[in-house]
């Protein structure tokens, strides 16, 4: 199975702060990744595909990147409805999921 | 709209089973493969099974291969979850999700709680 190591599992931000999470695949990956954003109590939200396409309605402060193993994720500028947790998932094989990375407003 | 709402879920004891459903709507249901994820309480989203969509053809994880099943019934535009043999480690909120490439709708997720 190919593991996704993503990273930090949690990080405080202020508002309008630039915040960017890494994953890393243990295998080449290609371009097969997506990035889900979590509300608590909600199911996730697909926020970008591919790597670097934005999802159907999805803001453009929300931004991908990244091919092979190493993969990028940033929020421009952070707004308090961005609080969430976001997932990584590769789907080159049988997919599987980063650990998550905790987002919360300084 | 694309729409997925997932039942079945409850409480159920060690070993017992349960069939999870999914109805679709708002979208060609046979274009799709679809999707099971979980997520235990407070922790993270593990990826189970995904059944392509005409074909049939199925893949699962290795921590559910030999106890689930997934199945779909096109004409009534559904997706389903058999759960056999279930442990305390399988109590989880199930997603059913449209798509592997990505999987671009989710549905709001139903309980499965496993305890005596």
């Known amino acids: 199975d190919i593991q996704m190591t993503q990273s930090p599992s949690s990080l405080s931000a202020s508002v309008g702060e630039r915040v960017t999470i890494t994953c890393q695949a243990s295998?080449?990956?290609?371009?097969?990744l997506s990035w889900y954003q979590q509300k608590p109590g909600k199911a996730p939200k697909l926020l970008i595909y591919?790597?670097?396409n934005l999802g159907a309605g999805v803001p453009s402060r929300f931004s991908g990147s990244g091919s092979g193993t190493d993969f990028t994720f940033t929020i421009s500028s952070l707004l308090p409805e961005d609080i969430a947790t976001y997932y990584c998932q590769q789907c080159d094989s049988l997919p599987t999921f980063g650990g998550g990375t905790k987002v919360e407003i300084k | 709209q694309v729409q997925l709402v997932e039942s079945g879920g409850g409480l159920v004891k060690p070993g017992g089973s349960l069939r999870l459903s999914c109805a679709a709507s708002g979208f060609t249901f046979s274009d799709y493969y679809m999707s099971w994820i979980r997520q235990a309480p407070g922790k993270g989203l593990e990826w189970l099974s995904y059944i392509s969509g005409r074909s049939g053809y199925t893949n699962s994880a290795d921590s559910v291969k030999g106890r689930f099943t997934i199945s779909r019934d096109n004409a009534k535009n559904s997706v389903y979850l058999q759960m056999d043999s279930l442990r305390a480690e399988d109590t989880a909120v199930y997603y059913c999700?449209?798509?592997?490439?990505?999987?671009?709708?989710w549905g709001q997720g139903t309980l499965v709680t496993v305890s005596s």
């Open positions: 999700a449209r798509g592997l490439r990505p999987s671009d709708y």
């Open positions: 591919d790597a670097s």
């Open positions: 295998q080449d990956i290609s371009n097969f």
